[in-house]
């Protein structure tokens, strides 16, 4: 008979703590689906202003290219310069941003 309520009071309260675990997760998951979804607005949201922004007279400022000889245009467009030129940018901009870090620490 003991053995019966040992059982039962051992069964009832880990049914207790899974029902807490489940709660719990049931909130994670929640909140995780509310941060996606505004990570999501915000990225809209920059995307819209990205492409709102006109660069045609900034690529036209850059220079002639039609004065360029046809073999140097086309080893330019085989190298994928315009892609080369971003990826320095952005590495260059993210070495920047990643220097900020140790600075704001160190000044606290």
């Known amino acids: ?6 059982d039962f009071c051992t069964n009832f309260f880990e049914m207790i703590i ?6 719990l997760e049931s909130i994670l998951y929640i909140l995780s689906e509310i941060g996606f979804t505004l990570l999501d607005i915000v990225f809209t949201v920059i995307e819209s202003i990205v492409t709102a922004v006109d660069l045609s007279s900034v690529t036209q400022s850059f220079g002639n290219w039609n004065i360029l000889p046809d073999q ?6 085989k190298l994928d310069t315009p ?3 971003g990826m320095l940018g952005a590495a260059c901009l993210i070495r920047l941003t990643l220097n900020l870090i140790p600075a704001a620490f160190t000044r606290i």
């Open 18 to 23: 899974d029902v807490f675990k489940w709660v």
């Open 1 to 6: 008979m003991i053995n019966k309520i040992i």
């Open 72 to 77: 140097i245009v086309y080893i330019l467009y």
């Open 83 to 85: 892609l080369l030129l």
